[in-house]
């Protein structure tokens, strides 16, 4: 169980920080869990770690490992929870553990988050009380090809009204208000 070092203002929500982290690699071609796979010399979850230790919004952190799989993850400064078999169950059984309304989720495979931007995901949460939810999101700049069934291209999808590609992280409500607008 941790704590982050700001923690914002007295009037700030707080927010767990959950970092889905129990993938296995296979896609990957490892031998280790995904995020124990070393990424800049250490493994890739700590990158996660270290930014959401070093956000001023992040009152404790919940890191969901692979079944079993706690002790390769050592003494780290966050409670660890076991994952489960999809990535969905593993975000499952890491919010069992969360007892704020606000969390942050976040796929230890993405090593490159700040601290800057978990910050603002949950500001921009926060401003916005009609929302349930908001993402981390990329504006789209390749070109994008729909194909066909046959796997022959049919057009060139139109980029101009500048589709986003979803990233993580997501900050959400846990129990989202009703007659919200989604997120």
Same mark, same amino acid.
């Given at each position: 169980?941790?704590? !982050?070092?700001?923690?914002?203002?007295?009037?700030?929500?707080?927010?767990?920080?959950?970092?889905?982290?129990? !993938?296995?690699?296979? &896609?990957?071609?490892?031998?280790?869990?995904?995020?124990?796979?070393p /990424? !800049?010399?250490?493994?890739?979850?700590?990158?996660?770690?270290?930014?959401?230790?070093?956000?001023?919004?992040?009152d404790?952190?919940?890191?969901? *490992?692979?079944?079993?799989?706690?002790?390769?993850?050592?003494?780290?400064?966050?409670?660890? /929870?076991?994952?489960?078999?999809? &990535?969905?169950?593993?975000?499952?059984?890491?919010?069992?553990?969360?007892t704020?309304?606000? *969390?942050? *989720?976040h796929?230890?495979?993405?090593?490159?988050?700040?601290?800057?931007?978990?910050?603002?995901?949950? +500001?921009?949460? +926060?401003?916005?009380?009609?929302?349930?939810? *908001?993402?981390?999101?990329?504006? /789209?700049?390749d070109?994008?090809?729909? /194909?066909?069934?046959?796997?022959?291209v049919? +057009?060139?999808?139109?980029?101009?009204?500048?589709?986003?590609?979803?990233?993580?992280?997501?900050?959400?409500?846990?129990?989202?208000?009703?007659? !919200? &607008?989604?997120?």
């Open positions: 169980m941790t704590t !982050g070092p700001g923690q914002g203002t007295d009037d700030a929500s707080p927010v767990t920080a959950l970092i889905v982290a129990a !993938g296995s690699g296979q &896609r990957l071609g490892a031998a280790v869990p995904k995020a124990l796979v /990424v !800049g010399g250490r493994p890739m979850y700590e990158w996660s770690l270290a930014a959401c230790l070093a956000a001023q919004r992040i404790r952190v919940v890191i969901a *490992v692979p079944p079993g799989g706690a002790a390769e993850f050592g003494d780290v400064d966050a409670e660890l /929870v076991d994952g489960g078999a999809s &990535r969905s169950e593993s975000v499952a059984a890491g919010l069992e553990k969360v704020t309304d606000l *969390v942050l *989720v796929d230890a495979a993405r090593p490159l988050v700040t601290p800057e931007l978990i910050d603002a995901a949950v +500001e921009a949460l +926060e401003q916005d009380p009609a929302s349930d939810a *908001v993402i981390a999101a990329a504006p /789209v700049t070109t994008i090809k729909q /194909v066909g069934t046959d796997g022959a049919t +057009e060139t999808l139109d980029r101009s009204g500048t589709p986003f590609r979803p990233d993580t992280p997501g900050v959400s409500h846990r129990s989202p208000p009703s007659g !919200g &607008r989604g997120g």
